[in-house]
């Protein structure tokens, strides 16, 4: 089963109200993602259910707001277990890791493609300037 409803949740954190240039979150969102499923995968075969993923869920759930105020790749990276494991209730596989990590980068693509495609306010310089 496909878990690309992965798609449309990364294309809302991502779209911004303010156009930025150069999309720095996007690209941190995508490799922190990226980094994230594989760093998920490592924990879900390291960690049999219980007690031990219950700590390492507390560890990351505490260093979440941390993280974020100091660099968005890294709370990305430590987030991405935690959204796997407490999703909706469904299991993760490595099927399932292959799909959020392939929805991740599609979802990354087409908010990047919008953020290139908007108008510039007035006064922004063209991004090859």
Do not use: K
Request: hydrophobic letters at 55%; one cysteine or more; glycine letters at 12%.
């Amino acid at each position: 089963m496909h878990h690309f409803d992965w798609i449309v949740v990364t294309v809302a954190i991502l779209t911004r109200r303010r156009i930025e240039r150069p999309p720095a979150r996007m690209l941190h969102r995508a490799l922190g993602a990226a980094l994230g499923v594989v760093a998920s995968r490592g924990l879900f075969v390291a960690l049999a259910p219980g007690w031990g993923t219950a700590l390492v869920a507390g560890g990351l759930a505490g260093a979440l707001p941390w993280l974020r105020a100091r660099h968005y790749m890294a709370y990305t990276v430590a987030a991405t277990p935690l959204v796997l494991l407490f999703g909706a209730g469904r299991s993760v596989d490595d099927g399932g890791l292959g799909d959020r990590l392939v929805a991740t980068v599609i979802g990354t693509a087409i908010a990047l493609a919008g953020d290139l495609l908007a108008p510039r306010p007035p006064g922004e310089p063209c991004a090859a300037a």
